[in-house]
C-alpha cells in the first residue's frame, strides 16, 4: 500500500513538473530581464591592480593620503615602492574617511622572522579606525587563533591559514559593511567583513560585535564614517598597492 502511494505521488509530481516545463516555454522572457540601471564601468587592468573606479591609497610613491594616528604627518619610510611601519611613530591612517569599502591591500612581514606569536611582524589594517584585521607573521608561528594573521582580531578566526614565508608579499581583499546606528546611537545592524587572504576566503560576511579590543570584550559605539587605519606594533611591516572602491 506505501509503496502504491509513493509510486501515484511521484506520477504526479512528474505530470505537475511537465505541466509546469510546456506552460514555462510559452511565456515571454522579456519582463524578467532587467536593463537599469546599467553598471558602471570599472576597468580593471589586472586582479590586482586599481580598477578605474578606485580611490588609490598607496601606489608606492609618498605618504600624500595618509596621516599619523596620532597627529601631523604620518612618518613611515617609503622605499622601493612600499612603506614601513616607523617603530614608535604610531599607526597611520588615511585623510579620507570611509563607510562600505571594498579595499585591497598588500603586506609583508620582515624576512628575518624574530620574536613570537603576537611578536613576530605584527601590524594591523584597521577599518572605521576600530575593527582590526590582523596582520602577523602567521608562518610557522603559534598564537592565539583569533589573533593569527587574518583574524578579525579576537572575534572570527579566519577559516584557514593562507599565510605565505615571511618577506613575502601578502594581500588582503577586504569587503566592509559599516555598521547601522539608530539617531539615539543605538547598534541597528553589525558591520560585515569579508575577507580574502593572498586570494583565499577566510570570513564570509561575518558579524562584528564592535571595536577590537586586546582586554574584555567588545562594546559598539556609535560613529560615522572614519579612515583606515594601519597600526604600528612595533615591527617592521611593509605595505604597498593600496587601494579602496565606495560601496
Ligand atoms: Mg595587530
Redesign the pocket.
Known amino acids: 500500500m506505501k509503496h502504491l502511494v509513493l509510486v501515484l505521488l511521484s506520477v504526479a509530481w512528474t505530470a505537475q513538473v511537465q505541466a509546469q516545463d510546456e506552460w514555462r516555454e510559452k511565456l515571454d522572457p522579456k519582463p524578467t530581464e532587467v536593463w537599469k540601471p546599467v553598471p558602471v564601468v570599472s576597468a580593471s587592468p589586472s586582479f590586482s591592480l586599481p580598477p578605474s573606479d578606485a580611490i588609490v591609497l598607496f601606489d608606492g610613491k609618498d605618504l600624500s593620503q595618509w596621516v599619523s594616528a596620532r597627529g601631523g604627518e604620518a612618518k613611515w619610510k617609503v622605499a622601493e615602492g612600499a612603506m614601513t611601519v616607523q617603530r614608535n611613530t604610531g599607526g597611520i591612517k588615511t585623510k579620507r574617511e570611509f563607510g562600505d569599502v571594498q579595499l585591497h591591500i598588500e603586506w609583508r612581514t620582515p624576512s628575518e622572522a624574530t620574536g613570537e606569536g603576537q611578536n613576530r611582524g605584527?601590524?594591523?589594517v584597521y577599518l572605521q579606525e576600530r575593527y582590526?584585521v590582523?596582520?602577523?607573521d602567521s608562518y610557522q608561528n603559534e598564537t592565539y587563533a583569533n589573533g593569527q594573521a587574518g583574524a578579525l582580531?579576537k572575534q572570527h578566526i579566519p577559516m584557514v591559514n593562507a599565510s605565505r614565508k615571511p618577506g613575502e608579499w601578502q594581500s588582503y581583499d577586504i569587503v566592509f559593511t559599516a555598521p547601522r546606528f539608530s539617531e539615539k546611537g543605538t547598534l541597528m545592524v553589525p558591520a560585515y567583513v569579508t575577507v580574502f587572504h593572498n586570494g583565499v576566503l577566510i570570513h564570509n560576511h561575518v558579524p562584528v560585535m564592535g571595536p577590537s579590543v586586546y582586554q574584555g570584550l567588545p562594546v559598539a559605539e556609535a560613529h560615522g564614517k572614519a579612515a583606515i587605519l594601519l597600526?604600528d606594533?612595533g615591527d617592521a611591516v611593509s605595505y604597498r598597492n593600496i587601494w579602496v572602491r565606495e560601496l
Open positions: 605584527n601590524s594591523g582590526e590582523q596582520v602577523l582580531y597600526q606594533h
